[in-house]
Protein backbone atom coordinates (compact mmCIF):
# COMPACT_ATOMS: atom_id res chain seq x y z
CA UNK A 1 0.00 0.00 0.00
CA UNK A 2 1.52 3.44 -1.04
CA UNK A 3 2.27 5.80 2.21
CA UNK A 4 -0.40 7.91 2.93
CA UNK A 5 1.38 11.05 3.31
CA UNK A 6 2.66 10.63 -0.36
CA UNK A 7 -0.67 9.95 -1.66
CA UNK A 8 -1.91 13.38 0.02
CA UNK A 9 1.05 15.24 -1.68
CA UNK A 10 -0.30 13.62 -5.03
CA UNK A 11 -3.88 14.97 -4.30
CA UNK A 12 -2.66 18.13 -3.72
CA UNK A 13 -0.48 18.27 -6.67
CA UNK A 14 -3.04 17.83 -8.80
CA UNK A 15 -5.66 20.00 -7.25
CA UNK A 16 -6.93 17.61 -4.88
CA UNK A 17 -8.37 15.05 -7.53
CA UNK A 18 -6.53 11.93 -8.90
CA UNK A 19 -7.92 9.61 -11.71
CA UNK A 20 -7.30 5.74 -11.37
CA UNK A 21 -4.57 5.80 -13.95
CA UNK A 22 -2.24 8.46 -11.58
CA UNK A 23 -3.49 6.50 -8.25
CA UNK A 24 -1.79 3.29 -10.28
CA UNK A 25 1.31 4.73 -11.25
CA UNK A 26 1.74 5.44 -7.71
CA UNK A 27 1.76 1.61 -7.29
CA UNK A 28 -1.71 1.35 -6.48
CA UNK A 29 -4.16 -1.55 -7.57
CA UNK A 30 -8.21 -1.46 -8.42
CA UNK A 31 -8.55 -3.92 -5.70
CA UNK A 32 -6.19 -1.27 -3.49
CA UNK A 33 -8.12 2.04 -4.77
CA UNK A 34 -11.53 -0.18 -3.88
CA UNK A 35 -10.21 -0.88 -0.60
CA UNK A 36 -9.29 3.02 0.07
CA UNK A 37 -12.88 3.87 -0.84
CA UNK A 38 -14.78 1.06 1.47
CA UNK A 39 -12.39 2.31 4.04
CA UNK A 40 -13.40 6.12 3.45
CA UNK A 41 -9.49 7.54 2.57
CA UNK A 42 -10.52 8.67 -0.78
CA UNK A 43 -14.22 9.02 -2.51
CA UNK A 44 -15.48 8.31 -6.36
CA UNK A 45 -16.19 11.75 -7.88
CA UNK A 46 -17.23 9.77 -11.01
CA UNK A 47 -16.24 7.07 -12.83
CA UNK A 48 -12.10 6.98 -12.94
CA UNK A 49 -11.91 10.01 -10.70
CA UNK A 50 -11.14 10.57 -6.81
CA UNK A 51 -10.65 13.13 -4.08
CA UNK A 52 -9.58 12.69 -0.51
CA UNK A 53 -12.72 11.85 1.76
CA UNK A 54 -13.64 15.22 3.57
CA UNK A 55 -11.69 17.50 1.18
CA UNK A 56 -13.17 20.05 -0.28
CA UNK A 57 -12.04 21.43 -3.23
CA UNK A 58 -13.11 24.05 -5.11
CA UNK A 59 -15.64 22.82 -8.04
CA UNK A 60 -13.36 24.88 -11.26
CA UNK A 61 -10.98 22.65 -10.02
CA UNK A 62 -13.32 19.49 -9.98
CA UNK A 63 -14.44 20.59 -13.58
CA UNK A 64 -11.13 21.67 -15.14
CA UNK A 65 -9.58 18.25 -13.96
CA UNK A 66 -13.03 15.86 -15.07
CA UNK A 67 -13.82 17.78 -18.94
CA UNK A 68 -10.50 19.49 -19.59
CA UNK A 69 -11.61 20.68 -22.83
CA UNK A 70 -15.07 22.75 -21.15
CA UNK A 71 -14.66 26.51 -21.00
CA UNK A 72 -16.76 28.38 -17.78
CA UNK A 73 -19.13 30.08 -19.79
CA UNK A 74 -21.97 32.44 -19.44
CA UNK A 75 -23.40 33.49 -16.01
CA UNK A 76 -20.19 31.25 -14.55
CA UNK A 77 -18.30 33.62 -16.16
CA UNK A 78 -19.69 36.93 -15.60
CA UNK A 79 -19.75 36.02 -11.86
CA UNK A 80 -15.70 35.24 -12.53
CA UNK A 81 -15.85 38.60 -13.69
CA UNK A 82 -18.02 40.12 -10.76
CA UNK A 83 -20.54 41.40 -13.56
CA UNK A 84 -22.73 39.85 -11.67
CA UNK A 85 -23.14 39.13 -7.79
CA UNK A 86 -25.86 35.98 -8.69
CA UNK A 87 -24.65 32.39 -8.10
CA UNK A 88 -25.53 30.01 -10.87
CA UNK A 89 -27.16 27.12 -9.29
CA UNK A 90 -25.22 25.14 -12.11
CA UNK A 91 -21.81 25.69 -13.38
CA UNK A 92 -22.51 26.61 -16.87
CA UNK A 93 -19.70 25.55 -19.43
CA UNK A 94 -19.35 25.41 -23.18
CA UNK A 95 -18.44 22.12 -24.91
CA UNK A 96 -18.47 20.39 -28.07
CA UNK A 97 -21.88 19.60 -29.28
CA UNK A 98 -20.30 16.64 -30.70
CA UNK A 99 -19.10 15.18 -27.12
CA UNK A 100 -21.01 12.34 -25.79
CA UNK A 101 -23.78 14.35 -23.73
CA UNK A 102 -23.96 11.42 -20.76
CA UNK A 103 -20.75 12.58 -19.27
CA UNK A 104 -21.83 15.63 -17.96
CA UNK A 105 -24.55 14.12 -15.92
CA UNK A 106 -23.10 14.13 -12.74
CA UNK A 107 -24.46 14.97 -9.52
CA UNK A 108 -21.78 17.12 -8.06
CA UNK A 109 -20.76 19.75 -9.13
CA UNK A 110 -23.99 20.58 -10.66
CA UNK A 111 -23.40 21.47 -14.52
CA UNK A 112 -25.23 22.98 -17.24
CA UNK A 113 -23.31 21.89 -20.31
CA UNK A 114 -23.96 24.78 -23.51
CA UNK A 115 -23.78 22.57 -26.78
CA UNK A 116 -21.51 24.91 -29.19
CA UNK A 117 -20.05 24.30 -32.44
CA UNK A 118 -16.57 23.58 -32.51
CA UNK A 119 -15.18 26.51 -34.48
CA UNK A 120 -16.72 28.68 -31.90
CA UNK A 121 -14.96 27.20 -28.60
CA UNK A 122 -11.59 28.14 -29.76
CA UNK A 123 -13.01 32.25 -29.28
CA UNK A 124 -11.83 34.61 -26.92
CA UNK A 125 -10.41 31.77 -25.03
CA UNK A 126 -8.85 32.26 -21.28
CA UNK A 127 -7.38 30.40 -18.23
CA UNK A 128 -6.21 31.41 -14.64
CA UNK A 129 -5.19 28.74 -12.17
CA UNK A 130 -6.27 27.50 -9.18
CA UNK A 131 -4.13 25.42 -6.87
CA UNK A 132 -2.05 24.31 -9.80
CA UNK A 133 -4.87 23.41 -11.86
CA UNK A 134 -5.29 25.35 -14.84
CA UNK A 135 -9.15 26.34 -15.62
CA UNK A 136 -10.48 27.56 -18.85
CA UNK A 137 -12.77 30.26 -19.44
CA UNK A 138 -13.99 32.96 -21.84
CA UNK A 139 -12.36 36.29 -21.85
CA UNK A 140 -14.65 39.09 -20.52
CA UNK A 141 -14.70 40.30 -24.32
CA UNK A 142 -16.23 37.00 -25.28
CA UNK A 143 -18.62 36.62 -22.31
CA UNK A 144 -20.37 40.24 -23.16
CA UNK A 145 -20.66 38.28 -26.37
CA UNK A 146 -22.22 35.04 -25.12
CA UNK A 147 -24.27 37.21 -23.14
CA UNK A 148 -26.23 39.40 -26.10
CA UNK A 149 -26.46 35.73 -27.70
CA UNK A 150 -28.31 34.18 -24.94
CA UNK A 151 -29.73 37.49 -23.44
CA UNK A 152 -33.27 35.33 -23.38
CA UNK A 153 -31.73 32.78 -21.09
CA UNK A 154 -31.08 35.50 -18.91
CA UNK A 155 -33.25 37.52 -16.16
CA UNK A 156 -33.51 41.24 -17.38
CA UNK A 157 -31.31 42.55 -14.51
CA UNK A 158 -28.53 40.33 -14.79
CA UNK A 159 -28.08 41.39 -18.28
CA UNK A 160 -28.31 44.84 -17.98
CA UNK A 161 -26.11 44.85 -14.42
CA UNK A 162 -23.82 42.86 -16.87
CA UNK A 163 -23.32 45.32 -19.52
CA UNK A 164 -23.43 48.32 -17.42
CA UNK A 165 -20.20 46.58 -15.23
CA UNK A 166 -18.91 45.70 -18.78
CA UNK A 167 -18.97 49.04 -19.83
CA UNK A 168 -16.87 50.00 -16.86
CA UNK A 169 -14.44 47.67 -16.20
CA UNK A 170 -10.94 49.00 -17.12
CA UNK A 171 -9.92 45.52 -18.55
CA UNK A 172 -12.40 45.25 -20.87
CA UNK A 173 -10.69 45.21 -24.75
CA UNK A 174 -13.36 46.78 -27.13
CA UNK A 175 -10.88 45.52 -29.97
CA UNK A 176 -11.35 42.14 -29.31
CA UNK A 177 -15.53 42.85 -28.34
CA UNK A 178 -15.48 43.80 -32.38
CA UNK A 179 -13.42 40.77 -33.55
CA UNK A 180 -15.70 38.02 -31.47
CA UNK A 181 -19.04 39.95 -32.20
CA UNK A 182 -18.04 39.74 -35.96
CA UNK A 183 -16.91 35.95 -35.44
CA UNK A 184 -20.21 35.12 -33.72
CA UNK A 185 -22.23 36.55 -35.85
CA UNK A 186 -23.97 39.15 -33.47
CA UNK A 187 -22.11 42.89 -34.89
CA UNK A 188 -25.68 44.20 -35.08
CA UNK A 189 -26.81 43.11 -31.90
CA UNK A 190 -23.46 44.42 -29.98
CA UNK A 191 -23.73 48.35 -31.65
CA UNK A 192 -27.33 48.56 -30.22
CA UNK A 193 -26.88 47.45 -27.12
CA UNK A 194 -23.12 48.24 -26.36
CA UNK A 195 -21.98 50.65 -29.03
CA UNK A 196 -23.18 54.27 -27.59
CA UNK A 197 -22.03 53.43 -25.01
CA UNK A 198 -18.13 52.78 -26.13
Sequence with gaps: MVDKNKLIEEFKKHGGVLKTAELKSLGLSSRQI???????????????????????????????????????????ALLHYGYT?????????????????????????LLQPFYQEPKFLSIGVATYEIQGVE?????????????????KKLEREVFSNA?????KDPKKNVRHLV????????????????????
Design 34 to 76: KKLVDEGEISKIKQGYYELAGEVNPEEIIIARLFPNAILFLES
Design 85 to 109: DRIPTAWQIAVDRNSEKSQYDITYP
Design 135 to 151: VKIFDRDRTICDLLRYE
Design 163 to 167: IMRYI
Design 179 to 198: EYAEALNITKKMQSQIGKWL
